[in-house]
């Protein structure tokens, strides 16, 4: 059965510094996934990595993937309020089913 | 978004009635899925398909059925709801190698 962990589940950050979300896996994948949600909201697909070594940047936001050591980190860089959301991992298998880590909520501080 | 819409967005209902949850898409995509999501579990499959009247059970699948008459509608039904079931209920759709969700529906069982 594979198993998504993330930590930390809630990460208080203070503008402009650096922090990172880790995610775990427990079983092979060849596709990793990044969500945001809002309070409320739905879930907005941040980034798709699908290969080993893999990295992805977007903004203040970055993404890589280890498939060897099963870890995904999303690396944000220069905190700002508008980053405040939950973080949401996800390890794809077969016809796209995928499983979600239980979520990093972030609180950016000025 | 990927043209996906969930009804209805809100429902409160009470113990053992049937409830049926619709997830239209006008994108023709293929795969659908229905997700629940609580606090602490991230979100959690609970039935996929992948074609007309082609669906298949997912992590947490028991309580519930689906069915897919047509490609561009799935249905959820919770045929004797319980209090256990009171959740977020997402719908998605696959779009390459991204997965989109729908608005979600909060459902109440009392």
């Known amino acids: 059965e594979l198993k998504v962990e993330q930590n930390p589940l809630f990460l208080s950050m203070q503008e402009g510094k650096n922090y990172t979300i880790y995610c775990n896996y427990s079983?092979?994948?060849?596709?990793l996934y990044w969500y945001r949600q809002d309070p409320g909201k739905s879930l907005e697909s941040l980034f798709v990595?699908?290969?080993?070594?893999a990295v992805k940047q977007e903004g203040r936001l970055m993404a890589s993937l280890d498939t060897k050591a099963r870890l995904s980190t999303l690396h944000i860089t220069a905190a700002v309020h508008d980053l405040s959301a939950t973080y949401f991992c996800?390890?794809?298998?077969?016809?796209?089913?995928?499983?979600f880590g239980g979520g990093t909520r972030v609180l950016v501080k000025p | 978004d990927a043209g996906i819409t969930q009804s209805p967005r809100h429902k409160v209902t009470e113990t053992g009635t049937p409830v049926t949850l619709r997830c239209h898409q006008t994108e023709n995509h293929r795969y659908m899925y229905w997700y629940r999501q609580d606090p602490g579990h991230g979100l959690r499959l609970i039935h996929y398909s992948y074609g007309v009247k082609d669906t298949d059970k997912g992590e947490v699948s028991d309580g519930y059925s689906v069915s897919r008459s047509k490609t561009e509608d799935f249905l959820l039904t919770l045929e004797s709801a319980t209090s256990s079931q009171t959740s977020v209920y997402f719908c998605a759709t696959t779009e390459g190698e991204k997965l989109f969700f729908g608005s979600g529906t909060q459902l109440s069982v009392l």
């Open positions: 079983t092979t994948s060849d596709r």
């Open positions: 996800a390890v794809g298998a077969a016809g796209n089913k995928l499983t």
């Open positions: 990595l699908l290969s080993n070594g």
